[in-house]
């Protein structure tokens, strides 16, 4: 695979899917993957299908609720390569009512999707602003646009994190750093996702493109990236050609 970029992109919350299908497309493109997620070790295969296809990924253990790990982990990124790319993909999709909706919930759920972006969005910033240039895509859902029955948590921790990405974007990109935020507003394509909808629709077949592919999904995030700086997007929303909305 040829390797035109001397660059990397850092994926924190690289996941099985979406996470996992960007770190995909980004290592196709020829950039050095860094991939951090909790239980690192569920990484393996993803590092292994990138190297098979010739491409570059690193992956490691990381929680993104600490300063010093995701500090960490991306000047470790940044010093293989420069950083050209932070994607911060955390979700923490939780639906509780509010009654039960303890304390505990809602400050795990605040930290790991929109204190942790801040984190994640901060120090990415700080690798990047020296060179003057830099992409830095935020993922959100349904949920950063509206609440809904029993997603207080969710709800409020996606609308902060909105707020985060909004805030960076006037004021780094006129400084060269491109700051995106993605509204993904649909059911995406894993196991989980159909199994619960067989639960509430009570259906076990589901429509073409009724759900939303990762790798659409990345294909969007790299195209964000390659976007020239006089036609830059901020906030773009994803859902299948079905979906209500």
Known sequence: MDNPHNASVAVV??????GAAIARRFAAGGYAVFAGRRNGEKLAPLVAGIEAAGGRCVGRTLDARKEDAVAGFLAEADGAAPLEVCVFNIGANVNFPIIDTTERVFRKVWEMACYSGFLAGREAARLMLPRGRGTIIFTGATASMRGGPGYAAFASAKFGLRAVAQSM???LGPKNIHVAHLVIDAGVDTAWVRERRRDRLGKDSFE????VNPVSIAETYWQLHLQPRDAWTHELDLRPHGETW
């Open 13 to 18: 919350g690289a996941g099985d899917f979406i």
């Open 169 to 171: 974007a006037r004021e």
């Open 208 to 211: 073409p493109d009724e759900l």
